[in-house]
């Protein structure tokens, strides 16, 4: 789960930089960069910290 | 007597006031006339090296004193190359360069110290918002982390991150930063590493360089002092060593040549027509947000202080100490901003806009204390004074990327909005994401920082170079989302991956039993309070299977 959450990540930040070299509309750009911080933040405070939650000190 | 009559004497008086308009008129064409009628006269041949005919006050007027200031600073303090010849025009010319670059040395200087004082600012925030029991824990992780982050930007961390920054002309060009490793992909160059001034040895000891190292290091320091904040009262002081060493000598680095060094963020405006590239004037995202990224992978990693949440997940309100020093570190840190962002300008001779920053700065700072304290005050019905204090932080957090390149009105929109974004950050932190954060460092330097890069993108005015999309150019705000993601999906994982293996080798969190007893005389051999009479803390069920 934690190598998930850091892999969407990473997926996020991809997500724009693939947009940069096969559009040049800043349309689309916009829509591409918007949608990889979306993925980034889910992989991060999604699922890297749901990982680290399943076993959080005050649960047990 | 007729000619006495009003209606003469109005036409005389008519007639001599036209007389005496198109006189000069007149005049003045003769004189065009006259001055076309001469040759031009043939430009004069002054030699560089000529001798000026030019003398200040002498000796004898200088040892009367000048109490009115007006003899000091004259001809005779021109420092002539060839005393026996005098002053000639080459000094002159050499004398005023000098001055303008001595002048950008002094502002760049002067603005690194007061940064160098935020230190302190930081420092007794951080303490007040924690426990008595970890008061001495808490001041020597902010005391030491500007050592173990000045030697490691010493030994790598100022080449990698300004190593090809040669080109700087408000400092006189830093010529000898020259080296950068690039790769060539998709048919550019992007520029991943500083190569030069390791150790500030060989060409690099220069004394253009070492101003910019003084400057970015204070920066990069104020990035490592945050992540004290958001782990404190539970992080191991050795594996806080090895994690500030880290930061300081490449995670930081990284991200800040990418965009300050001359990396590839800062050239998305050359390559694929972004704007002006990544900007970030004084460091919204390669300071605040880089320092909250691994903030927040600290918070991850070491899980929350035990206490703090209950079994169904609800979270404990902890109180600081002592607001006193946590509202004086707040009025430090706000001072030490005016080194913060005008410095950023690396000059004032030719850099004038300094006042604008500077206004701008202090603007979004008191704006965000007021979004602040209206949320806390509608929604609590007080306001919150540690709240204040962040609120002018996260106005200050946020006005540090744009500062450069607003108005003052946006100054004051940009800070409001940071003002209200830092409470409801805290409260999603705190209560939805279940994440530990003492200080609220992820929110004011976190969301804050990652706003006030965005803020660029839309409120760049263009009258520096940038503008953003409420000015007309959207281009600019898909660079700065492409930092944002940056940070997200790139320095995140690194810091996140660092301070992992830290937790694997050395071990991140102090025992339950230390946790309890307060950090002070487990980590550090001395309480910071010894005269205090600290209280029992009950140990809550679930403590013994923190360690």
């Known amino acids: 789960m934690k190598l998930a959450g850091i892999l969407l990540a990473v997926a996020g930040w991809l997500i724009p930089m693939v947009g940069l070299t096969v559009t040049s509309s800043n349309a689309a750009r916009l829509t591409l960069c918007l949608l990889g911080i979306a993925v980034a933040l889910f992989g991060i405070l999604g699922v890297l910290n749901k990982a680290h939650q399943k076993h959080a000190i005050w649960k047990v | ?83 026996k010849k005098g002053v000639t025009l080459t000094d002159l010319v050499n004398q005023v360069g000098q001055n303008r670059i001595g002048i950008n040395f002094t502002w760049t200087l002067v603005c690194g110290f007061l940064v160098m004082f935020m230190q302190a600012g930081f420092a007794i925030v951080e303490t007040g918002l924690c426990r008595a029991k970890n008061a001495n824990h808490t001041m020597m992780m902010n005391f030491m982390v500007y050592g173990f982050g000045l030697f490691a930007y010493w030994v790598c961390g100022f080449a990698i991150q300004m190593g090809s920054a040669a080109g700087t002309a408000m400092l006189g060009g830093a010529s000898p930063l020259n080296g950068e490793f690039a790769i060539h992909l998709l048919g550019h160059d992007w520029g991943l590493i500083g190569t030069r001034g390791f ?101 991850l990693i070491i899980g929350p202080r035990i206490g703090k949440y209950n079994r169904d997940g609800s979270a404990n309100a902890i109180p600081g100490h002592d607001i006193v020093i946590v509202l004086t570190g707040c009025f430090i840190l706000a001072f030490g901003w005016f080194g913060f962002n005008p410095g950023s300008t690396l000059g004032a001779s030719g850099a004038l806009r300094i006042s604008t920053v500077a206004v701008d700065t202090m603007l979004a700072g008191c704006t965000g204390s007021f979004g602040a304290v209206l949320y806390m005050w509608i929604k609590y019905g007080k306001p919150d004074a540690s709240m204040s204090g962040n609120g002018l932080l996260a106005g200050l957090v946020a006005i540090t990327a744009p500062s450069g390149y607003v108005n003052t009105r946006d100054a004051c929109i940009i800070g409001i909005i940071a003002g209200l974004l830092v409470c409801l950050s805290v409260e999603f932190v705190d209560r939805v994401l279940r994440i530990d954060d003492p200080v609220g460092a992820i929110s004011v330097h976190g969301a804050c920082g990652l706003f006030g890069v965005v803020s660029v993108g839309l409120f760049a005015d263009g009258t520096n170079t940038v503008k953003g999309l409420f000015y007309g150019d959207p281009g600019q705000l898909v660079a700065q989302l492409i930092g944002v993601v940056t940070l997200l999906g790139v320095i995140f994982p690194i810091t996140y991956g660092v301070n992992l293996l830290i937790d694997i080798i050395i071990g991140q969190r102090v025992s339950a039993e230390d946790e309890l007893e307060g950090l002070d005389i487990p980590e550090m051999g001395a309480l910071c309070y010894p005269e205090f009479v600290l209280k029992h803390q009950p140990v809550p069920s679930g403590a013994a299977a923190a360690d």
């Open chain 2, 1 to 83: 007597m007729r000619f006495w009559q009003p209606r003469s004497l109005r036409c005389c008086l008519a007639a001599f006031v036209l007389l005496l308009c198109g006189l000069p008129a007149w005049a003045q064409s003769q004189s065009t006339q006259t001055n076309g009628a001469q040759a031009a006269p043939a430009p004069a041949t002054i030699s560089l090296d000529t001798p000026l005919k030019v003398s200040g006050p002498s000796p004898d007027d200088l040892t009367a004193g000048d109490p009115s200031g007006t003899k000091t600073g004259s001809a005779n303090d021109v420092v002539a190359s060839d005393p």
């Open chain 2, 199 to 299: 150790f500030l040895g060989g060409a690099t000891y220069d004394v253009g360089v070492m101003v910019l190292f003084l400057f970015q290091m204070v920066f990069m320091d104020t990035a490592l002092t945050i992540v004290t904040g958001s782990v404190a009262e539970r992080w191991k002081y050795a594996a806080f060593c090895v994690s500030s060493i880290v930061l300081g000598a490449f995670t930081y680095p990284l991200f800040a040549h990418w965009a300050w060094g001359g990396g590839w963020l800062a050239k998305l405006g050359a390559n694929f027509g972004l704007g002006a590239g990544y900007a970030d004037f004084a460091g919204s995202g390669v300071v605040h947000s880089v320092g909250a990224m691994t903030a927040l992978a600290g918070a």
